[in-house]
Structures are given as structure tokens and as C-alpha cells.
Nanobody
């Protein structure tokens, strides 16, 4: 079982920056893909960005050019969020996959990000 701990959320003004971090611990063989999701009030959870063990990244169109996901090692991932917009507000969840297919099968508790206009 994987325990994912998120940190770094909070409040920022539009145009500002925040950095989220996620650290995995527990008993597992290997983590393949690590991802960040977000859920805005009244909306479904969406994938924001992901990074594979090999460093391949993927972003939702709305954050391309503003957010950067990085992998410090096989158990830690960060999300640098720049040029924040009010529509980036939501609860951000770290997810990871312990399978080669990369499908998320472990979740963090979530961390609030609020962007004020």
C-alpha cells in the first residue's frame, strides 16, 4: 500500500505561483506514473499533469505553458504552478500508479489551492 502526502497548497493571487509536492511512502515494488489531479467545486476530478518513471510528461490543455510537473526520484513529484488563474482553484490530489500501465491506483488526501482575482 502506498501513502501519498501532499504539501504546498494555499492561497495565491492571480498571476502568482505555488508549488505542490507529493511524497510516496509505504510498501510497494515500484511506482510508475505520478500525477496531479484537481477537483473544482461542483465539477468532476480532472487530470492536470502526469510524469512517467522515464520522465515523459503530459498536461491538460488549460495548464500547458504555466504548470510544470517534475519527478525528483521515484517517490517524489512536484507541480510548479505559475501564472495562476482563478479557475485553477480547487482541491489538488496526488496520484500514483504501481502498475506498468500507469493507471492511478493510489491517492493522496488532497490539498486546497485557492487563487483570488
Amino acid at each position: 500500500q502506498v501513502l501519498l502526502e501532499e504539501s504546498g497548497g494555499g492561497v495565491a493571487q492571480a498571476g502568482g505561483s505555488l508549488r505542490l509536492s507529493c511524497v510516496a511512502s509505504g510498501t510497494f515494488f515500484r511506482i510508475s506514473t505520478m500525477s496531479w489531479y484537481r477537483q473544482a467545486p461542483g465539477q468532476e476530478r480532472e487530470l492536470v499533469a502526469s510524469v512517467t518513471g522515464g520522465g515523459l510528461t503530459n498536461y491538460v490543455a488549460s495548464v500547458k505553458g504555466r504548470f510544470i510537473i517534475s519527478r525528483d526520484n521515484f517517490t517524489k513529484a512536484s507541480l510548479q504552478m505559475n501564472s495562476l488563474k482563478p479557475e485553477d482553484t480547487g482541491v489538488y490530489y496526488c496520484g500514483c500508479s504501481t502498475h506498468p500501465n500507469g493507471i492511478t491506483d493510489n491517492w493522496g488526501q488532497g490539498i486546497q489551492v485557492t487563487v483570488s482575482s
